[in-house]
């Protein structure tokens, strides 16, 4: 019986996570150990509501613009 050879896709889906990862170029690398970095927030229960970061974010937001607006009256 002769076996087919395997097409590239085969080979790559028996390719090890690990030697996949080490494939990665750098900022494909970053982005996913971020991804495995939330996992593990998530996993371990290191979370916030969404809620709390977007009052956050307008807070901060906020405080540049008024910022801002008296660099602007200074100058």
């Known amino acids: 019986m002769q076996t087919k050879p395997k097409t590239e896709d085969e080979k790559d889906k028996k390719t090890s996570l690990a030697e996949k990862e080490a494939k990665l170029s750098p900022a494909a690398r970053e982005i996913w150990e971020g991804i ?15 809620e709390e970061l977007f009052k956050e974010l307008r807070e901060e937001r906020e405080k540049e613009e008024q910022q801002e607006r008296e660099n602007k009256k200074v100058q």
């Open 36 to 50: 495995k970095e939330g996992l593990e927030d998530v996993k371990h229960g290191r979370t916030r509501p969404i």
